[in-house]
């Protein structure tokens, strides 16, 4: 039974880059899609970023020019990050893996991390 | 960007009852869409996905239905684990949406 850790800091600065990594446990890459969701304090789960097995890649347009998405197959780890933070992406930030046979629909989640953005 | 639209935002119903949501995309998305059940504090999971497949797993009592752009989740006989925010999200085209979520509480 696969299983998504995800560990990163909680706290930022404003200007400051977002890091955040999901260790896998329990299950392979191969065949896999990678997902990045965040979700504002009472509100809804925005997609932010996608990397399969390959190492293809598909960035929401909104955030695309501070995101970047990869994946470290050796230590079954995928990372994100996000620069120039502001408070508008304080956020519980999830990872999420999907398919092969359920491309784009989230099976496995982590369980979360607090990011918030204060001076 | 496919806009999803969930109605209603909440709902509240007695245990044994029928509930039914309803999500519309602002563009036909065939079968692409899938719905997760959210806990409070706890991250969403995944109930259907193709509109009406079931996830293994999940009880018998849900279900989905829909294409084009209208899709229904039902959940028939309301139990109170149940209670939750229910999300649809379009799996047709990137960026990948998700509607605005409908709470779901027992009266």
């Known amino acids: 039974q696969v299983q998504l850790q995800q560990w990163g800091a909680g706290l930022l600065k404003p200007s400051e880059t977002l890091s955040l990594t999901c260790d896998v446990h329990?299950?392979?890459?191969?065949?896999?899609?990678w997902n990045w969701i965040r979700q504002a304090p009472g509100k809804g789960l925005e997609w932010l970023a996608e990397?399969?097995?390959?190492?293809?890649?598909n960035y929401n347009p909104s955030l695309k020019s501070r995101l970047a998405i990869s994946l470290d197959t050796s230590r079954s780890q995928i990372s994100l990050k996000l620069s120039s933070v502001t408070a508008a992406d304080t956020a519980v930030y999830y990872c999420?893996?999907?398919?092969?046979?359920?491309?784009?629909?989230?099976?496995?989640w982590g369980g979360g991390t607090t990011v918030a953005v204060s001076s | 960007d496919i806009q999803m639209t969930q109605s209603p935002s909440s709902v509240s119903a007695y245990v044994g009852d029928r509930v039914t949501i309803s999500c519309r995309a602002s563009?036909?998305?065939?079968?692409?869409l899938a719905w997760y059940q959210q806990k409070p504090g706890e991250a969403p999971k995944l109930l259907i996905y193709?509109?009406?497949s079931l996830q293994s797993g999940v009880p018998s009592r849900f279900s989905g239905s829909g294409s084009g752009t209208d899709f229904i989740l039902t959940i028939s006989g309301l139990q109170p684990e149940d209670v939750a925010t229910y999300y649809c999200?379009?799996?047709?085209?990137?960026?990948?949406?998700f509607g605005g979520g409908t709470k779901v509480e027992i009266k």
């Open positions: 999420s893996r999907a398919g092969p046979a359920t491309p784009y629909y989230m099976e496995v």
């Open positions: 329990g299950g392979s890459f191969s065949g896999y899609y």
């Open positions: 990397i399969d097995y390959s190492g293809a890649i």
């Open positions: 563009q036909g998305i065939s079968s692409w």
């Open positions: 193709t509109a009406s």
């Open positions: 999200q379009q799996a047709k085209s990137f960026p990948l949406t």
